[in-house]
């Protein structure tokens, strides 16, 4: 029997209900699949920072650097300002364990409406990889004469060409494994110094791939095409901005945030990838069992496959999509079961096979 040692951080809001229903469903596929799950809980979030003043203490940083792979489920609440979190916890992680890829795929799953209309399951299916440690998230710039009339704030995209580099690689390894097809997203006409630096590193990395059909979109355009004909994307690559934003209006497309999944990778395994929802922690309907927790489900899944479980990953996949269609809402107190439940009914499925 496999074991996986698996650090949890349900984090605030509806992330611990939306994350326990995610490991009820992947320990179903264990078992299935003849591996088990080491869970160790990790009190991290809103409510520890408002008790303590801890966002993520060093002792914590270091064991959960010890597990195989992060299950998180959301983190923010209103009590604390922003960025705290954020860059206190989520960046923190992704920065030390150098998770320098998100990996948001975007798919449209049978029997799910989405609210663009006539699009069908064919029509959308990319996979968004968005650099994860560098650009405007590094935290570089600062704040001068704050408070006064003459105030100024810059805050400057950090591109690093090793930081390009290996992101446009993975994405360019990514497209081959799938249709052969890689975007990079950009606005490589108004920031002609970043732009430049990721244009040539995608020239560069298209040249190692002679099969592989390259082109370019800028952000802008993007967003228009990921209404009107998101099947003219396989993967696409981007900055962490652009990658940020993009991608939400990518769940939206494929039938919201509840079913948006996502994994912060380390592909090199000196640190454990960490796996979360796109969402957020929802507070004002934390407790009530509306979350839609297929979006942690599918997380998982990633998580599973990312640990050399992909018949599990598979399974987890295919349950959830089997699920989902039979949910009144795909979120809210219209789905007709509760987060918890929705996470039974998937371990139901993924035992029946
Ligand atoms: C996400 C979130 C985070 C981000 C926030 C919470 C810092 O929006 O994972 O997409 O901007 O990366
Ligand atoms: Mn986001």
């Not at 399951?121 to 998230?137: F, H, M, S, W």
């Not at 590193?201 to 952000?219: C, F, K, M, N, S």
Request: contains cysteine; glycine residues 12%; negative net charge.
């Amino acid at each position: 029997m496999r074991t996986h040692e698996l650090a949890v951080i349900g984090g605030d809001g509806v992330g611990p209900e939306v994350t326990a229903a995610a490991l009820t469903a992947a320990r179903a596929a264990g078992q299935r699949f003849g591996f088990t799950l080491d869970t160790e809980e990790y009190d991290l979030g809103g409510e520890r920072y408002l008790a303590t003043g801890e966002v993520l203490p060093a002792s914590v940083l270091e064991e959960l650097r010890r597990a195989d792979a992060i299950l998180l489920g959301a983190i923010g609440t209103p009590a604390v300002p922003p960025g705290v979190l954020e860059r206190g916890l989520l960046l923190k992680l992704r920065f030390d364990f150098d998770l320098y890829i998100n990996l948001r795929p975007v798919q449209l799953l049978p029997g799910v409406p989405s609210p663009i209309a006539g699009l069908e399951p064919d029509d959308c299916d990319l996979l968004g990889v968005r650099e994860n440690t560098e650009g405007l998230y590094a935290g570089a710039g600062g704040q001068l004469y704050r408070g006064t009339p003459y105030e100024v704030a810059t805050q400057e995209s950090l591109n690093t060409r090793r930081g390009v580099e290996r992101c446009v690689r993975f994405a360019a390894e990514r497209a081959v494994a799938r249709d052969g097809h890689l975007t990079l997203c950009h606005k490589t006409n108004v920031l002609t110094y970043a732009g430049d630096l990721w244009q040539r590193v995608v020239d560069e990395v298209a040249a190692e791939h002679p099969g592989l059909q390259v082109d370019y979109v800028h952000v802008d355009a993007m967003c228009l095409y990921l209404v009107d004909d998101p099947g003219r994307f396989d993967v696409v690559v981007t900055d962490n901005l652009f990658g940020d934003i993009v991608t939400d209006l990518g769940a939206a497309v494929q039938g919201g945030l509840g079913l948006a999944a996502s994994g912060n990778l380390n592909p090199t395994g000196t640190a454990p990838s960490m796996f979360e929802p796109v969402h957020g922690s929802a507070p004002d309907i934390a407790g009530k069992g509306w979350a839609n927790p297929v979006a942690a489900v599918l997380s998982a899944a990633l998580c599973l496959e990312h640990l050399g479980e992909a018949e599990a990953a598979a399974a987890l996949e295919a349950a959830a999509g089997a699920v989902l269609p039979r949910l009144g809402a795909m979120g809210g107190p219209g789905m007709g079961y509760s987060t918890a439940e929705i996470g039974e009914v998937i371990a139901a499925e993924i035992a029946d096979g």
